[in-house]
Structure formats: structure tokens, C-alpha cells
């Protein structure tokens, strides 16, 4: 099986479920159309890395699995922090409220393809600018959509409840992409 991403979390998921894996992150434009909603767009953006990946590098029923994370809140999209102040804004954007953590992913297999979208309402709690020093000083925000990571040691901290698979948070809902396999 080939996973179209270098994501260590995607890989450690895909790895813990058992599968050997070739890894062969897709080089794809990530730009989102015009009017393009997030929802779609991350959809869309998993399509498009399996068909590259597919096309290019897999074996005769070799499954290609390939995904993309966003965070939106309140219609907004929220990518990785530029930098420790981008990282900053966002965290104070998100404490106090719930957003949600979106994952496109595709399943490509000899020219067939399957393609979902997974939702997790995630709801912070209320962060002091203190708070969010800390966090952002601790370098865990820095490469990942949103600013945080839930199964960081202290970004789990940020997080009062879910409203859905955790796993999809982390980058990948393990348990769907293991039902949508071709058997």
C-alpha cells in the first residue's frame, strides 16, 4: 500500500493499524478555486494526491491512500502558522471556541478511487495570552494546520472536548480509511 503523504502522524497511524507502507507524498498545486469551500477543497486536494500517486507509482492492486487536513472556524481556514505570531493569533482565535478539523482522504486502486470527508468539532477552552506563549514557545504549533496538535504533550492541554474521531484531529480517521480499503 502506498500513503500519498509525508505526515509522521499519518504514517505512525497508518503504521499502529498494521500496514506496510510505501511512503510517496504527492507533489500537487494546493491552492484553493475560487469559491471553493473548505469542505470540497480538501476533498478535492486528496483526489487530486492519489490520482498523481496512483498514476505515477502504483503496482497492480496496490491501494493508494491519500489525505489532507484543514481547520476552519466560522468559515475561515486556518493552515500552519507562518511564524511564532501567526501561531499566536490563530491560538487566540480558536480559545473559547468550537472549529472544526476536516479530512479529505482517497482510496485509489486500479483506476478506481473512493473519496470521503471526515468532520470533528473541536472546542477549546478559554487560553490565557500566557497560555499561548507557552504553547508557541514549546515549538509544538509550528507545523501543524491551526496552530496545535491534540496529541501533542501540551496541546492536548488546549482542548476541553471533541464532538467526533479524535484520530481525524491527529491528521487521519484511521477507522474509516480501514472500511473504505478494497477487500
Do not use: W
Amino acid at each position: 500500500m502506498i500513503l500519498a503523504s509525508q505526515s509522521p502522524r499519518r504514517i505512525e497511524l497508518m503504521r499502529e493499524a498494521g500496514f506496510d507502507i510505501r511512503v510517496i507524498p504527492a507533489d500537487i498545486d494546493e491552492t484553493a478555486l475560487p469559491g471553493e469551500g473548505p469542505f470540497d477543497l480538501v476533498e478535492r486536494l486528496a483526489r487530486a494526491k492519489a490520482a498523481a500517486v496512483a498514476g505515477e507509482h502504483a503496482e497492480a492492486g496496490e491501494p493508494v491512500v491519500a489525505a489532507d487536513t484543514i481547520v476552519t472556524l466560522d468559515g475561515g481556514l486556518l493552515g500552519k502558522p507562518a511564524d511564532k505570531a501567526d501561531a499566536h493569533r490563530m491560538l487566540r482565535a480558536l480559545s473559547g471556541k468550537t472549529h472544526q478539523v476536516a479530512t479529505g482522504v482517497c482510496i485509489a486502486c486500479d483506476g478506481r478511487s473512493e473519496s470521503f470527508v471526515d468532520i470533528t468539532d473541536v472546542t477549546f477552552y478559554e487560553l490565557s495570552n500566557a497560555e499561548i506563549d507557552a504553547y508557541v514557545a514549546s515549538g509544538e504549533p509550528m507545523d501543524k494546520a491551526g496552530a496545535y496538535g491534540i496529541q501533542g504533550q501540551h496541546g492536548r492541554m488546549l482542548v476541553e472536548k471533541i464532538d467526533g474521531d479524535f484520530y481525524n484531529v491527529v491528521g487521519l480517521p484511521i477507522a474509516k480509511v480501514v472500511r473504505a480499503l478494497p477487500r
